[in-house]
């Protein structure tokens, strides 16, 4: 009977082995798949590196005062080709810049550029900044009193997000503009007028007050209004092209800012490649008819990946082992004093005797160096001042570093290495060349 049940327990276990190695295949099997659409894809990214990113990133006063740097550029003939590039690719219209004052963060504007007969306001939103109330009628009403014509007043929106339009209140003008925000008469929130809020109650007193409002400043400025959004990240990519290569500071400076503002705009490479992994492991894995049954579905597989990567870590550990033993076999037809062993944790290793300082090559063991095997000056106990010298000098013969461990029984220098034996061969010749061993 117990022999009968042992029999069914390893069926079993012999089932349950096969069926774990099946499944096993099948993830290796999708992970070649995945690996395909990624090796293939159209949005597979170039090497990424993004000093903006590295520092946290900017302000958007910074911004200003980097749109309006690249702007202030001129060329061999004294004109402003960035500016003239920008003016054609977005505004279309014919505009003769001659002398312009090109400014950020002054009077309120965050970047402005006036010349004779044009006044073009740039308003940052890139990082998703709201916008203040009345803010491109009041703009537009302080160019008016400086004596820009309303038809030569272009406005350029630039938001973090496309569908980041203004309120109403935005473009409209009340007898009261010159107030700060929260003390016109027609304020409700911070950034709400009475006009901005649905369904909102008015008495025959806001409604006169409202009649004393420019309430179609910004509309009538429509054909002069500009929202630029991905484009503009495009556009400085494009333009930074057509600069002379002795511009290169300023080319990478175009790039860099174009590069930090598709990562506001969430339309970098990494991240479209992202998108469309994602859309490939729904139609790959995702079968179940709700939430619920799909949250199973990835739960399971990431269970399986991660069963698999710890198989795959110990296969690396042995595939170490194998390294190590083909440099020993490598080496022992030049070198007679060679030792290998075996350790408790499996760790193979073998080495060479250098005046009792042992140079050789172990098994990698360490999950945070990959399982990497490497090579080692390795001492028994603390070793003497003599011995110190010496590690250091072949060492430096070598081009290695010199700083050492000194206590005992522990490696006095080490890096992983998948050339061992080239490095065993190489510490031996110099300890020979230095006089440390008799050929």
Not at 31 to 39: A, T
Not at 96 to 116: C, G, M, R, T, Y
Request: proline fraction near 3%; hydrophobic fraction near 35%; include cysteine.
């Amino acid at each position: 009977m117990e022999i009968k049940r042992a029999q069914k327990i390893l069926e079993f276990l012999d089932d349950y082995n096969a069926v774990h190695i099946q499944s096993m295949q099948e993830l290796l099997d999708f992970s070649d798949e995945f690996n395909l659409v990624l090796e293939n894809s159209p949005n597979k990214p170039p090497y990424e590196c993004s000093i903006i990113d590295l520092i946290g990133g900017v302000t958007e006063p910074v911004t200003s005062q980097i749109i309006k740097l690249i702007f202030q550029y001129k060329g061999v003939n004294n004109n402003y080709p960035i500016l003239s590039s920008f003016v054609d690719s977005f505004i279309k219209k014919e505009l003769q810049i001659i002398k312009p004052k090109i400014e950020a963060e002054k009077n309120h504007f965050d970047v402005s550029i006036l010349d004779k007969q044009y006044a073009i306001i740039i308003e940052n939103k890139l990082k998703g900044a709201d916008f203040q109330l009345n803010q491109l009628a009041r703009y537009i009403q302080k160019l008016k009193a400086k004596g820009y014509d309303e038809n030569n007043i272009y406005i350029i929106v630039l938001p973090k997000f496309i569908l980041q339009k203004p309120r109403k209140s935005v473009g409209r003008l009340p007898k009261d503009w010159k107030k700060p925000n929260g003390q016109r008469k027609c304020a409700v929130r911070q950034y709400e007028c009475w006009c901005d809020i649905k369904d909102y109650s008015f008495c025959q007193t806001k409604l006169k007050w409202c009649e004393k409002c420019d309430q179609t400043i910004l509309h009538r400025l429509h054909d002069n209004t500009y929202y630029i959004h991905k484009d503009f990240a495009n556009w400085l990519i494009d333009v930074s092209e057509t600069l002379p290569k002795s511009e290169n500071p300023l080319k990478s400076c175009m790039n860099q800012f174009a590069e930090y503002l598709k990562g506001l705009y969430q339309t970098r490479s990494s991240i479209i490649l992202k998108m469309e992994l994602q859309e490939y492991l729904k139609k790959r894995l995702l079968n179940g008819e709700t939430a619920d049954d799909n949250w199973q579905i990835v739960t399971q597989k990431l269970k399986e990946v991660e069963q698999l990567s710890e198989a795959l870590k110990e296969l690396r550990r042995h595939i170490s082992i194998e390294y190590v033993k083909e440099w020993q076999k490598e080496i022992e037809n030049e070198y007679e004093d060679i030792r290998h062993k075996l350790d408790e944790n499996g760790i193979y290793s073998f080495g060479l005797n250098i005046c009792g300082i042992w140079v050789g090559c172990w098994a990698g063991d360490n999950d945070d160096y990959q399982n990497q095997p490497y090579w080692g000056f390795w001492t028994e106990k603390t070793p003497t001042n003599k011995q110190i010298q010496m590690v250091k000098k072949i060492l430096q013969a070598c081009g290695k570093d010199t700083e050492l461990n000194i206590n005992e029984k522990e490696f006095m220098s080490w890096d992983n290495t998948l050339h061992g034996a080239d490095r065993c061969r190489e510490f031996y010749e110099a300890a020979i060349n230095l006089g440390f061993i008799e050929e």
